[in-house]
């Protein structure tokens, strides 16, 4: 079992920062790969950025240069630092992990980018 709490979110005007973060806890390790995903109303859920041992990192192109995910193993904490933040970026932050053939979501954090 894994459990999943994320924090961060918040009310934030186009152009801020926010970060967020996710601690895990469970039968996880450094080598399970740790990311985030997104879904704003009406649409579906979309990868926003994950890394791990075996993938590297991956972000979604609309984040490209804006998000940075990191992650401290000591702490089994995954973050994603979301800079230069756009109405449309506004959604429902869920955090993911995948292990033992299972996923694993957090309870995930709402962010809302005004204009």
């Known amino acids: 079992q894994v459990q999943l709490v994320e924090s961060g979110g918040g009310l934030v005007q186009a152009g801020g920062s926010l970060r967020l973060s996710c601690a895990a806890s469970g039968s996880i390790f450094s080598r399970n790969a740790m990311g985030w995903y997104r879904q704003a109303p009406g649409k579906q859920r979309e990868l926003v950025a994950t890394m791990g041992s075996g993938i590297g990192t991956v972000y979604a192109d609309s984040v490209k240069g804006r998000f940075t995910i990191s992650r401290d193993n000591a702490k089994n904490t995954v973050y994603l630092q979301m800079n230069s933040l756009k109405p449309e970026d506004t959604a429902v932050y869920y955090c993911?992990?995948?292990?033992?053939?299972?996923?694993?979501w957090g309870q995930g954090t709402q962010v809302t980018v005004s204009s």
């Open positions: 993911h992990t995948f292990v033992s053939g299972y996923n694993y």
